[in-house]
């Protein structure tokens, strides 16, 4: 018996997908606030650039809503 | 009772239509729900804005004109800021000031209770917003990519000028054609990117929010409210994010351009014109 027959494969690819799209997206985040905090910690007068830093949040964001979005498609 | 409660707001899943949902149809043409709101609102954004623009005042008031006032002020000096000449940036405010407000109030008034699944007509909903529907972002992006393209043609005088920014330094060296035309391939992307971002954000934002309001069952306004707020949050920080983005792009191409005509100087007139200068300030 093959497993793919035992087993809803279409959960465990969706868990993947959630999973692994999702731990790019939260580590780029993270770099991201890390980075804006030391800039502001060394550098108060950086803190003005919260602006240039959500567009960055934004376009890492992005993949981790393909990888959401796609968890729809896989059936 | 109570259980028989619970089993009524729990029996079905949480229900999120991500197509649109057609409509009325009009001579052939279907009318989906979220073409409908956002006729609504732009509809409802032109009498606003008019109403407020009559309002304006040296002293202000207070009150929602002072809001609006201020968003405007804030993406009028985000445009003027990203160019290096002030004079072409103030020409292109009206249309990032209207893209981003229309943009704005389509996600917040799609956050609406009335707008949703809430109401429906016949399967479903009555409303949709706007941007939760992949053809209204992409007529969007496809709209202000158009603007853009026109806009930068236009300011760096001409279709070639406009091809030449892509490339680094001469399109006969073979590294800087390839670097160009990937630059051209990366550029066609944009569209695609900026309508999947905000569809993706406003759709994804809407079936958290019905997720955690079928989890919470009987308390789901409650469990749903901080993905609400963290919505509300999303759809302004979104309409933000593809105005400055497309003004980045316009503004990269059209200070590119002026940028080059300095590199021309500096690479192939500038022995000559040192030449001249110093002959002349030893004649002088």
Redesign the interface.
């Known amino acids: 018996m093959f497993l793919a027959e035992a087993v809803n494969t279409a959960i465990i690819a969706k868990g993947l997908m959630i999973g692994g799209g999702f731990i790019g997206p939260a580590i780029g985040i993270g770099l991201i606030g890390g980075s804006y905090l030391q800039a502001v910690g060394r550098n108060p007068e950086a803190s003005k650039f919260l602006g240039q830093a959500l567009i960055f949040v934004a376009i890492v964001e992005l993949f981790g809503l393909l990888a959401f979005a796609s968890i729809f498609i896989v059936k | 009772m109570l259980s028989s409660v619970l089993t009524k707001f729990g029996a079905e899943g949480p229900s999120v239509h ?1 197509a649109p949902g057609k409509g009325i149809e009009i001579a052939g043409l279907t009318i989906t729900n979220s073409i409908l709101y956002g006729w609504i609102v732009a509809v409802a954004l032109i009498i606003f804005f008019t109403w407020v623009a009559r309002r304006v005042t040296v002293h202000p008031k207070g009150g929602v004109i002072q809001y609006i006032e201020a968003g405007v002020d804030f993406i009028t000096n985000l445009v003027t800021s990203a160019f290096d000449d002030k004079k072409v940036g103030r020409k292109y405010v009206p249309f990032f000031v209207t893209l981003f407000f229309f943009i704005l109030f389509n996600n917040w008034l799609g956050l609406l209770p009335i707008v949703g699944e809430g109401f429906k007509s016949g399967e479903n909903p009555l409303l949709r917003p706007f941007t939760g529907d992949l053809n209204g972002t992409f007529a969007i992006g496809v709209v202000t990519m158009a603007v853009v393209y026109v806009a930068s043609v236009r300011e760096s005088g001409g279709f070639l000028n406009y091809l030449r920014h892509f490339f680094v330094g001469s399109p006969k060296n073979p590294l800087f054609l390839l670097i160009g035309l990937l630059e051209m391939f990366t550029d066609l992307t944009r569209v695609l ?1 900026l309508s ?2 905000l569809f ?2 406003i ?2 934002g809407e079936i958290v929010i019905g997720v955690f309001a079928y989890l919470g069952s009987f308390m789901a306004p409650l469990t749903a409210l901080p993905f609400y707020m963290m919505e509300l949050l999303v759809a302004a ?2 309409a ?2 593809f105005t ?2 497309s003004v980045m792009y316009l503004a990269i191409a059209v200070n590119h351009s002026q940028d080059h005509s300095h590199d021309h100087d500096l690479t192939e007139d500038n022995s000559s014109e040192t030449m001249k200068l110093a002959s002349s300030k030893a004649s002088g």
Do not use: E, H
Request: glycine share 0%; aromatic share 8%; proline share 0%.
């Open positions: 991500v990117s999947l971002r993706l954000n759709t994804i920080l979104q933000y994010i400055v983005l």
